[in-house]
DNA sequence: CTGTTAGCGCATTCAG
DNA sequence: CTGAATGCGCTAACAG
C-alpha cells in the first residue's frame, strides 16, 4: 500500500512533481521523470482511485442497473463487453440491481449523487416512472417523450429480416407472436407491416398473437391460439426468446398431421439454440460498447446524445 | 450535490454532529438528532461514499472477477445473488474481467490496492498461477494446497446424485463424461465411482471418457466414443452443459436403432434447458449470497475461512 | 452532549 | 521546473 508520498520520498521529490509525471500534467524533466516512474516501479505504487476520484470530483466509475428479474438477453456476455470497452477507457463498472419495488429513478439518482458513479447504463426494458437527470444511457427504448441517448435492439429491423428470409423460402402465411414486455414490441410489428407490403403479401390480423409474458408457458397459449385457426400459417416470427420455444412445442403437439412450419426465435438465447430454433443474433458486444462510448461521450460532452439502432443476423438452424 | 456541511449549516449544527446522528456513532440528545434527520431529508442529502471510504480507510465494494472466456454458468443468475446480498449488507459490486493474457493475481491485487474494493470474488476456472494474498473467495475449487475460502459446485455430491437416479430406474451401465476445463472434475469421479461401489455396479473404465473442452462439438466426440464400444451404456452423466447437449446429439444420431439412453447434464444451462435434457440444478441464489458472505466474514475476521460446497437437485425432463 | 480540528491520499494552485 | 500549501467530503479524537 504505498502511497504518492512514499514515491515522492523515495525518488527525492514532492509529491507534486510525482502527480506531475504520473499524470502528465505538466512539464517534467527527463531525469527526474525517470527517477519518479523508478521508484513507482519499484513500489509497485497503485494510485488510490478513491482518493483521486474525490479530488477530481468526478468518478471514473459507471454503474450497470439491472431490472428486478431476468432479462431475455445474455447479460453474461453484454456485461463483458461494458466491462472491455469500459477498462480500455480507464473506467470500472458497478452492478446494481432493482428491487421489485423500487423505482429507477431512485436507485440512479442515488448511486450517482453518492459518487458511486459518473454514469449509468439502464437496462429496464419498462419506461422510467420518473424523469431521470443524471447522465444516463438505455440499453432499452427509453421512455416516450424524451430524447434520452439510448442503444437498442430494433425490432423492426428484425421483423423486416425474418419476413423476407421467410419470402425467399416461399413461405405465405407469416404470423407474428409480440411479447407486451418487451418494451419495442411495437417495433416489431411495425416492421412485420412494413415488409409484408414490401413483398406485396397480404396482412391477416388472426396471425398476430400478443403474448404477456416471455416464458415458455405465454409461448404455449400463443402456439395454441396461431394454430386454432385455420387455414393454418407456415411461419412464424417470434420476438422473445423462451416465448419461442413455447410456441415450437405447441406446433409439435398440435400438429399430428405434421404440418410444416418455420419459426424464427426474436432472441437467440442459450434456450433458443438448445431447441435447435432458427433465431435473430444481436450484436452484444458491439452494444456493450456501443452503450459505454455513449456514456462517456455524453460525460465528456464531446458529442451530443444519440439514438443508435442495432441489426440482428439471422442464424438458421434445421430443427 | 448536497454536502454534510450544507446540511450542518442547515441544521445549526457542526459537521461532527451530523456525522454522529448519520453514523449513530456518538450519543446525541434526541432534539438535535431530529433537526439534522430533517435537514437531511430536506435537502436530500447523500453521503459521499468515496470520502467516507477514504477516510474510514476501507471500501463498502466488492469485486466480482470474470474469466475470459464465458463460464458455464448462470452468470446473470449468480450476478444478481451476489448483488442482492451485497447490497444488504451495504456493499456495492464492482465487476471486472480478466484479459486473456492477464494474470488473476494481478488483476486482483491491484483492484485491491487502488481501493477500488475490499475484497474479491473469484470465478477463475483454472487455479491461480500465483498466490494470492488479499481477502479473496473462490467460487470455483481453489488451486491445490492452498486453503483459501471458496464456495463450490460439488461434483462428487451431484455424481452421486446421478447414479442413484439412473439406479432406481433399474440402470445398470452408466457412462461419465468429464470435461478438463471443469475444475473439480476429479471430484465427480470421485463421486461416480464410490455410488458405483455402493450401488454394486461394476466399474468400467471404458464407460468414463474424458473431455477436453465444454461445448457441442467436443460433446459430439465423446458421444462417438462412447457409444462405438459394445455393449452400450444406457444410461450417461455429462458434468457439463453445451457437452451433455453434444452427447445427447451424438447418441441419437448413433442409434438408428433406438437405444434406450437417460442422460443427465450436469449444469441446468438453458441450453440444457432447451435440449429438453434432465440435470443437475445448482442453488445459485445461495452461491451468490454465501460467496458474499464468507467474504463480508473475511473482512471482518468474524469467523475464519472456511470452504463450503453446495449440493444439486435433480431435475428430471423427458427428451 | 456538541464543536473544533486534524488528517485519509491525492491534484492543484501559487511561489520560488 | 519544483516544493509547500490548500482542499475534495467525511470521520475520529479531543476538548469544552
Redo the contacts with the bound molecule.
Sequence with gaps: ?A???DV?RAA?????????V??D?????????ERVLAAAQQLN????Q???N????RSTTLALVLPPFEPEIDLGGLLRACVARATQAGYAVLVTALASDQSLAELAQRTLER?MAAGCILLQPHGADQPLNGPCVWATWPPHGTHAPAVVCDGALAAQRAVHAFQRSGRQRIGLVLAATTAGAARWYLGYRRALKAGRLPFDPELVVQSDTDDLAAGHAAGEALFAGAPLCDAVIVAGGALAVGVQQAHLRASAHAESLQLIAGFDTPLVAGAGLSALVWPVERWGQLLVEQLLNLLNGHTPPQRTCLEPSLIVRST
Design positions: 500500500m502511497t504518492i508520498k515522492a527525492g521529490v514532492s509529491t507534486a512533481t510525482v502527480s506531475y504520473l499524470n500534467s505538466a512539464p517534467v524533466s527527463p531525469t527526474t521523470r505504487y497503485q494510485p488510490n478513491l482518493a483521486r474525490l479530488q477530481n470530483q459518487g
